[in-house]
């Protein structure tokens, strides 16, 4: 019996649990007042987070009945939004994507069914009155667009993917493509950059996962992804050089998978998540090597840590609630409450128009700067000029401590050619009206249109019977 009571006492003693500073993480949801509520959120069917925020501004797609829009709340004005609250609305076509600027955040870049992406420039103070006239719009796609992503290192470059298979890099500077890449056979799911920009990784309907170098277009890796026939996403893990990707098994299964993008030939990891049906949306912070797994319908946010060795994805917990996500986004790293070791914080969008902030926090006794929780995190400032990068220029991200807290920078200028301001205005004059004072100006116009036409119809036709009884 003391050899066997020993015996078990060794096993016990065996047993480890991993050591990590995030293993007690815990999310936690904001007050209703200072949430934000009222919004008329998109219950569009593609598979898009629908919202970005930045330090200033949180915007979101909404239903709206002809054309498409997007409303840009100012951070501090939390609780109901108003009906009739100004809105960015100048596509004629439902908006699939959103992204602000990570270099400027009055910028945002918008997708639609409009096959155009366009770019808005907000006023100071956030909007005022309903805007309608981008800075630039950028027309190339053949079908909707359903991506946008901004570079994250050059300044003013932006790429699109298209229901046409169609990838464009764009120079939001001349309004003009200057990277085309034709390689996809079937719709596009998703795009994410790498760390300095070079390559992007994207997840198609085909099933495959690609890296692609992202000035000339070239496949630098394929392999066959997730077996399932539901959507897929993937993302680079900064720094570590990874990459993350969700998707389905054959059986539907969600799943997740780690990948070394310098051989894809096999996945790192594949691991089991469970049964339920809506797209996992990933997200990444390099600065605590963590990945936060929402789910589209879930109520439920799962994160993980990353690391280099096997076997490479770590369970840490998950936020659960019973409220649904029809989206999600995080806020930068710059922005959060260092104070209180908030690490992380998510707003969540839920189908009856409440917008919810989780907030991811490390419990820690002291109020002291954590270094070892809030490493440099990136700066928000383009280390690129457009033209050094389509020199063939790599730069990784400027990095900045958080520990005497964070200041943003002054309004960046948004540089844009004349002529794409010109092109944008001539296609603005061709789009429908919007407002009441719009559409009756419209009216009389075209009523004043056809009384010129039937007077040069009726002069033609007494023409004509002159002609023939001569």
């Not at 999310?27 to 898009?48: C, F, L, P, Q, V």
């Not at 190339?140 to 932006?158: C, D, K, M, S």
Request: glycine letters at 8%; charged letters at 25%.
């Amino acid at each position: 019996p003391a050899l066997h009571l020993c015996k078990k006492t060794d096993s016990i003693m065996s047993f480890r649990v991993r050591s990590s500073k995030f293993r007690h993480v815990f999310g936690s949801a904001a007050k209703r007042s200072d949430s934000y509520d009222g919004i008329r959120i998109t219950r569009n069917a593609w598979d898009s987070p629908f919202c970005s925020v930045n330090s200033r501004f949180l915007a979101i797609v909404l239903e709206v009945g002809g054309g498409g829009a997007f409303t840009v709340l100012n951070l501090e004005k939390t609780g109901r939004v108003g009906l009739n609250d100004p809105k960015v609305a100048g596509h004629t076509a439902a908006v699939l994507d959103i992204q602000f600027c990570p270099f400027n955040d009055y910028v945002i870049a918008s997708a639609s069914e409009d096959c155009t992406v366009k770019i808005w420039e907000l006023p100071e103070g956030g909007l005022t009155e309903d805007m309608t006239k981008p800075v630039v719009s950028l027309e190339g796609h053949q079908r909707r667009v359903g991506v946008v992503e901004w570079h994250p290192t050059a300044e003013n470059i932006l790429f699109s993917a298209g229901f046409d298979y169609m990838i464009f890099g764009w120079n939001i500077g001349t309004g003009q493509p200057v990277v085309e890449i034709s390689c996809h056979t079937d719709t596009i799911y998703s795009l994410a950059f790498n760390y300095d920009g070079s390559q992007f990784v994207t997840t198609s309907k085909d099933k495959k996962i690609r890296v692609i170098d992202a000035r000339s277009g070239a496949v630098v890796q394929e392999t066959d992804g997730h077996k399932g026939a539901k959507s897929s996403r993937a993302i680079f893990t900064g720094s570590a050089g990874k990459i993350f990707t969700t998707g389905f098994s054959r059986m539907n299964e969600r799943q997740f998978g780690v990948w070394n993008p310098e051989d894809m030939s096999k996945a790192l990891k594949m691991e089991m998540i469970d049964t339920s049906s809506g797209t996992l949306f990933p997200y990444y912070d390099d600065d605590t090597k963590m990945v936060y797994v929402a789910g589209k319908g879930d109520g439920n946010v799962r994160y993980y840590e990353l690391t280099d060795e096997a076997p490479f994805a770590h369970y840490l917990n998950e936020y659960k609630s019973s409220v649904p996500q029809r989206g999600m986004c995080f806020m930068a790293k710059r922005n959060l409450n260092v104070g209180e070791c908030e690490i992380a914080r998510a707003y969540k969008l839920t189908p009856k128009g409440f917008v919810e902030v989780l907030s991811f926090n490390v419990p820690r006794k002291s109020n002291m700067f954590q270094e070892d929780l809030f490493p440099p995190t990136k700066e928000d400032c383009a280390v690129l000029t457009a033209d050094q990068w389509l020199a063939g220029e790599n730069a990784e991200p400027k990095l900045v401590s958080l520990k005497d807290g964070y200041e943003p920078p002054a309004r960046a200028v948004l540089q844009v050619a004349e002529q794409a301001k010109q092109a944008a205005k001539e296609e603005d004059k061709d789009a429908a009206p919007t407002s009441q004072k719009e559409l009756l100006k419209a009216y009389h116009e075209q009523k004043e249109e056809i009384k010129q036409l039937q007077a040069q119809l009726a002069t033609a036709n007494i023409k004509i019977r002159q002609l023939e009884s001569s």
